[in-house]
């Protein structure tokens, strides 16, 4: 089944600095990658997914991109600020199976 | 957010004993789930259901039973609850699986086995 690994498990950036998380996969049939977002003591929520036939995606502050050869894909937040401090994960998944979701990156955006 | 809810969001309970966290959605998704989250180990699926009556197992299903006789709710049991056990349960449901849209998650209920 899918693996998926995620690094690192804690960052800190300075405001205003980027933050880069990063994520493998293990199944080469996986096609959809989400990015969760989960603030203290909050339920985890989508702030951005991809899919296999994209190479990468935006959204204001936030990208994600993919790399299906390596099986990677990777978070990029830029101008960080106070409230993206969070635990994010990715996910995985071929579609036909649940996702399978990283142990999370605990992102602290220092003031 | 209002559209999933879970109860109790928070349980202690003795080792030993039957515990049933509830999870109830609104929006009529086929597809509901069951994470567990504790630190270290990110989100992992307990159980998942894909209809009325239709349960499979996840990663990490053993102590746990779930039942799913009405689309809206989704029950999961601790026959006898281990300290093990303690954890932040999430539920979740979607319209489908997976690689279509978004997992809508429940706001939690955290249970401390004693």
């Known amino acids: 089944g899918e693996n998926v690994e995620q690094h690192p498990s804690t960052l800190s950036v300075q405001e205003g600095d980027s933050a880069v998380i990063k994520c493998t996969y293990s199944?080469?049939?996986?096609?959809?990658f989400p990015w969760y977002k989960q603030e203290l003591g909050k339920r985890p929520q989508l702030i951005i997914d991809?899919?296999?036939?994209?190479g990468e995606k935006k959204d204001q502050r936030i990208a994600v991109t993919l790399n299906k050869t390596a099986k990677h894909f990777s978070l990029h937040i830029t101008e960080t600020q106070p409230e993206d401090s969070a635990v994010y994960f990715c996910a995985a998944t071929a579609g036909n199976t649940p996702l399978v979701f990283g142990k999370g990156t605990r992102l602290s955006v220092i003031a | 957010d209002a559209g999933i809810t879970q109860s109790p969001r928070y349980k202690i309970t003795e080792t030993g004993r039957q515990v049933t966290l509830m999870c109830h959605q609104t929006w009529s998704h086929s597809y509901m789930f069951w994470y567990r989250q504790d630190l270290g180990h990110g989100l992992r699926l307990i159980y998942y259901?894909?209809?009325?009556?239709?349960?499979d197992k996840g990663e990490v299903p053993d102590g746990y039973v779930v039942s799913r006789s009405k689309t809206e709710n989704f029950p999961l049991t601790l026959e006898s609850a281990t300290r093990s056990q303690t954890s932040v349960y999430f539920c979740a449901s979607s319209e489908l699986l997976a690689g279509a849209g978004e997992q809508y998650f429940g706001p939690g209920t955290r249970l401390t086995v004693t």
């Open positions: 199944d080469s049939a996986s096609n959809y």
């Open positions: 991809i899919r296999s036939n994209v």
């Open positions: 259901s894909a209809a009325a009556d239709i349960t």
